[in-house]
Each structure stands twice: as structure tokens, then as C-alpha cells.
């Protein structure tokens, strides 16, 4: 077929374009945004066709709407564009896309020489539960959360259950938001997460839940979640939630998020990178 010449570059192009598609399919499914899209590209093929049959008066009508067309998409779609530039201006979202640990399900521990102090963690989330207080938990692996840090109270304290259990009581003050820990240390509390707009989430997923998925969609944190309704633990990452775990299932997914034994690293280090895969395929 010498009319068809296919190479290398259109093979890249197809594969470009199909990930930008993805990718924006991504971004902006389950949320109303989408169907606008799909309006928006039933008018286009509408447009081509009428193009193609030389049908000039719809053809005029709809070239002048297509003249304001762009300026209409912006203003109607202000705040999904905002939300896409500033995820994709993000530098660890793409460190999230393309990172070892979002290929192959593991993450090697936060960054920094602060250690995790895990059982903290789960003893305060055991507790909430058993006494129904509402708590949310941040842990990133990566992410630079500087602008979610801002809209809390700055502090600077070692993990312990009782620190959690006096920031999430009822009526204290920071209990209204969410704790933001950074190297094994609490940096904020009553931060203000950003709320998931996935309209395919179930109902009874409350604000609470929505803000800890919300925080996980743009960042590679891992948010721990504790229902003040139903005394329910659960845990958000990558977009999606697990929930009605128990202080135990918390404990090993920490582990598997946060901790690496010394084994490990020493397997890395003298291992190189087969010494990184043999800890993955472990």
C-alpha cells in the first residue's frame, strides 16, 4: 500500500494521543465536566458531517459559535481547567505516575530521617473508632503539601496517640480538619482538604471521606479515615478508598506504605537495582 506510509513517528503519535486522552478521561470522569465533553464532541462530528455535505447556512451558524466556542469552554469548564493545570504543574503527580511504587503497588518509605511511628498511629485510630470520633490522618510519601499545610495551624511534635487523641477531640479546637504528618512528624492540624468531585462514589461516603479521597487523587498521600457516624476506620490512596478495616489491617498496610527493614535498604544498596526487584518480588 504506497498511499499508507506508517513509521515510527505515527506510531508514537497514536500512542501520544491515546495516553492524552486517557489521561483527561481520568481527570475529569465520574464528574459532570464529562458529559459536557461528551456534548461537546457529538457537535463536533455533527459539525464535520455537515462540512462534508457543503450544507452552507448550518455550516455558517455553527462556524460563528465555534468563533466564541473556545471562550463559552472556558468559562463553563473554569473550575475542572484550574483543577487539571495546577494537578498537572504538580510535580508529584507525575512522580506518582511514573514512580516504581505506583507500578509495582510499593512504596518505599516516607523521605526524610523522620521514622513513622506506626503503632501511634494505629492505637489513636483504634480509639477514635471504639469512640466514634471523626479523624483524618495525611501521610505522604512524596508530595510537597506546603498549600494544604497553610490552611491549618503550623505545629512541630513528635507522633503519639495522645497528641492525636487531644488535636481530635470534640471540642477542641484543630479537631475540625485534617493532621498532616511529614517525616515522622506532625507539621499541621485542621488543614483543609481538597473534596473529590467522582460522582460514581457511593452515597454514604460523607464530606469527610470525600476530602480524604479528594487529598489522595492529587497527592501520593496515603489518608487515614475515622468515621464519627460509624466508629468505622478506613484508608484512601490513589483515588480510591477502603473501608470497615480493622486497627490490624491498618497496621500492615502502614507497614507495606512506610516501612522498610533494614534488610531491605541493605538489599538495595548492595544489590543495586536486581536488589530492588528481588524486594518488589518479594
Excluded at 510499593?106 to 470520633?133: M, P, R, T, W, Y
Amino acid at each position: 500500500m504506497g498511499f499508507f506510509n506508517f513509521g515510527f513517528v505515527d506510531l508514537i503519535d497514536i500512542l501520544l494521543t491515546a495516553y492524552i486522552l486517557y489521561f483527561v478521561y481520568q481527570k475529569f470522569k465520574g464528574s459532570t465536566a464529562m458529559n459536557i465533553i461528551f456534548g461537546v464532541f457529538i457537535i463536533y462530528i455533527i459539525w464535520m458531517v455537515v462540512r462534508a455535505l457543503n450544507m452552507s447556512l448550518i455550516s455558517t451558524i455553527m462556524n460563528n459559535v465555534a468563533s466564541v466556542g473556545l471562550l463559552a469552554l472556558v468559562v463553563v469548564f473554569h473550575p475542572e481547567i484550574r483543577k487539571f493545570l495546577l494537578d498537572l504543574g504538580n510535580k508529584s503527580s507525575l512522580s506518582k505516575f511514573f514512580s516504581i511504587e505506583r507500578i509495582f503497588h510499593k512504596v518505599i518509605k516516607q523521605q526524610g530521617d523522620g521514622q513513622l511511628n506506626i503503632s501511634e498511629i494505629v492505637k489513636a485510630c483504634a480509639s477514635f473508632a471504639e469512640h466514634k470520633v471523626g479523624a483524618l490522618i495525611v501521610l505522604p510519601s512524596h508530595s510537597d503539601l506546603t498549600s494544604i499545610i497553610e490552611t491549618g495551624e503550623r505545629l512541630d511534635c513528635n507522633v503519639s496517640a495522645r497528641i492525636l487523641d487531644a488535636i481530635f477531640f470534640k471540642n477542641a479546637p484543630l479537631h475540625d480538619g485534617a493532621v498532616i504528618i511529614v517525616k515522622g512528624r506532625i507539621v499541621a492540624a485542621k488543614c483543609v482538604l481538597p473534596v473529590s468531585a467522582n460522582m460514581d462514589l457511593p452515597k454514604k461516603i460523607g464530606l469527610r471521606h470525600r476530602s480524604g479521597i479528594g487529598m489522595s487523587e492529587v497527592s501520593d498521600s496515603l489518608v487515614v479515615i475515622v468515621s464519627e457516624e460509624r466508629g468505622e476506620i478506613s484508608y484512601s490512596e490513589y483515588g480510591g478508598i477502603v473501608t470497615g478495616i480493622t486497627p490490624e489491617q491498618l497496621s500492615d498496610k502502614l507497614k507495606e506504605r512506610f516501612a522498610v527493614s533494614d534488610a531491605d535498604v541493605s538489599m538495595i544498596a548492595n544489590g543495586g537495582v536486581r536488589g530492588m526487584f528481588r524486594l518488589l518480588r518479594r
